[in-house]
């Protein structure tokens, strides 16, 4: 069964930084993946996707590239700032005809200290 | 405007008792979702509704059951409450499948 990991559950930067987040996936290929951020007591906010044919997505601060050899996706918070502090989840398509479910990894809590 | 709207926030209640979360959404999607958090954070797919229709049921046992009326509401009762059952639930709708979810603020349910 398809299986993502998220590289750890905890990440502490300093301000100004880049933050550097993991996402590992087995056992799949995913048409596309999506990063969300999740802050205490809330739902996930939608951030970027990308698809299987794209290597690189930009959003203001933010990047993902996406290594369908590697079976990996990197998040890139880049001049990092405390209000970035939050959890950070990845998820995967749950491939065709299923609905547009999404398989999330575990999250990882990122910390910007200033 | 809340765009996917849940009630309640905070659900404490007896084992063996049933329980009802609403959802709604105010977006026009086609697509909306239940969703699991458990305690160790991770969100797993319990349903997916089309239109009306149901999608996917992620293997949840038949005590939960999901009710859509129409395509902007989809409800989850829970029969007979366990105390496994306390977690976060969020609910979600796309607009296409492949897109963007929207996600509610959730229901923390705990069962005591």
């Known amino acids: 069964s398809q299986k993502i990991e998220q590289n750890s559950e905890a990440l502490n930067i300093q301000e100004g930084k880049t933050a550097t987040l993991t996402c590992n996936y087995t056992n799949y290929s995913p048409a596309y993946l999506q990063w969300y951020r999740q802050d205490p007591g809330r739902g996930p906010v939608f951030l970027l996707l990308i698809r299987e044919n794209e290597k690189e997505k930009r959003k203001e601060r933010l990047k993902v590239t996406f290594d369908t050899t590697l079976k990996q996706s990197l998040f890139h918070i880049t001049a990092s700032q405390p209000a970035d502090s939050a959890t950070y989840l990845c998820?995967?398509?749950?491939?065709?005809?299923?609905?547009?479910?999404?398989?999330f990894g575990q999250g990882t809590e990122l910390s910007v200290k200033p | 405007d809340t765009a996917v709207s849940q009630t309640p926030k905070y659900l404490v209640t007896q084992m063996g008792n049933d329980k009802s979360i609403k959802c709604e959404q105010n977006?026009?999607?086609?697509?909306m979702y239940w969703y699991k958090q458990d305690s160790k954070k991770f969100l797993k797919i319990m349903f997916s509704?089309?239109?009306?229709?149901?999608?996917i049921n992620e293997t949840v046992p038949n005590r939960f059951s999901p009710k859509s009326p129409d395509k902007a509401h989809l409800n989850l009762h829970i029969n007979s409450l366990e105390l496994g059952d306390s977690a976060v639930y969020f609910c979600?709708?796309?607009?296409?499948?492949?897109?963007?979810?929207?996600f509610g603020q959730g229901t923390r349910l705990t069962v005591v």
């Open positions: 509704y089309n239109n009306k229709e149901l999608i």
């Open positions: 977006l026009g999607h086609d697509t």
């Open positions: 998820a995967l398509d749950g491939g065709g005809n299923q609905g547009g479910k999404l398989i």
């Open positions: 979600a709708s796309t607009p296409l499948e492949g897109t963007e979810a929207f």
